[in-house]
Nanobody, 125 residues
């Protein structure tokens, strides 16, 4: 079993920054590909960013490229999402997810078996 707990969400003005953290329990965290997804009210969940198990490869949605950075610290079993230059349209519940299959990084939510409870990010204009 894998448990994921997000933190770091909150209310920020447009142009501001937040850093989300996702702490994972369970063994072999260093073998998981990790992803961040978000869901705004009335919208479907969408991919934000993903990082390979080795942290050697990262992927971003076009809407956040150049503003968000995903990283991981395998010694701390934690993945991060640094969000800069936030916009009101970034407002959503952000969730981290783990893919335990030790293979290619997947950019769709169906590829992730374990999910955190989510953390709210609200960007005011």
């Amino acid at each position: 079993q894998v448990q994921l707990v997000e933190s770091g969400g909150g209310l920020v003005q447009a142009g501001g920054s937040l850093r989300l953290s996702c702490a994972a329990s369970g063994r072999a965290f260093s073998h998981y590909n990790m992803g961040w997804f978000r869901q705004a009210p009335g919208k479907e969940r969408e991919f934000v960013a993903a990082v390979s198990w080795s942290a050697g490869t990262t992927y971003y949605a076009d809407s956040v490229k150049g503003r968000f950075t995903i990283s991981r610290d395998n010694a701390k079993n934690t993945v991060y999402l640094q969000m800069n230059s936030l916009k009101p349209e970034d407002t959503a519940v952000y969730s981290c997810a783990a893919d335990l299959r030790f293979g290619r990084v997947v950019l769709t939510s169906s590829g992730y078996a374990y999910w955190g409870q989510g953390t709210q990010v609200t960007v005011s204009s």
